[in-house]
């Protein structure tokens, strides 16, 4: 019995090291080629967030538009400079755009894939959240898009590294409508 075990097991582990190593070359794959020119590599830091007056301030009407260079096709684009997201139809239609408050650990500028979801759990901040889009992972904190099940979206305390980008419970709805396992996700700065 123990030999069917060990068997059965190391089956596991080599199916896990496969999972691994497709995922990390699909990752590789999705690099932007600018990615890492220029800058010394470094941890990401706590995002400092301006007010949206202030960040609005002396802007005109179209920085509600789609980004240039948000990719193509069905997906979700997320500015980290404007805190938005617009959730794009196949047919490059904006269906719906809308602010959202950022974490204190932003994911690298490039193009992602919706990885997992949940309904509803507890936040790494410990505010009970719903409608949960994962979609990356930087310095060991999982980064995804949530709504707060009382409605809240208060500013994240910057000495906590979170990931969750929060949205209006709303918005929430929207996107996990729109965004299932493998929908695609641009983050732009």
Request: charged share 25%.
């Amino acid at each position: 019995m123990a030999s069917s075990s060990s068997g059965f097991v190391a089956g596991l582990t080599a199916a896990a090291i496969a999972a691994v190593g497709f995922l990390a070359y699909q990752a590789s794959a999705n690099v932007p080629d600018d990615l890492g020119k220029g800058s010394a590599s470094k941890s990401p830091e706590p995002k400092k967030s301006t007010a949206p007056a202030e960040r609005d301030k002396g802007k005109d009407k179209d920085d509600k538009a789609l980004p240039d260079d948000s990719g193509t096709g069905e997906r979700v684009v997320y500015d980290l400079d404007e805190d938005r997201v617009w959730l794009v139809g196949a047919n490059e239609k904006v269906t719906r755009t809308f602010e959202v408050t950022p974490s204190t650990v932003d994911p690298t500028p490039a193009t992602y894939s919706v990885t997992s979801r949940a309904n509803a759990i507890t936040g790494s901040d410990g505010t009970p959240i719903e409608h949960v889009v994962l979609f990356a992972t930087a310095d060991g904190v999982p980064i995804g898009f949530s709504a707060a099940v009382d409605g809240s979206t208060p500013e994240p305390d910057p000495t906590v590294k979170t990931g969750g980008i929060r949205e209006s419970r709303t918005d929430g709805k929207a996107m996990w409508d729109f965004a299932g396992i493998g929908t695609k996700v641009v983050v732009v700065e």
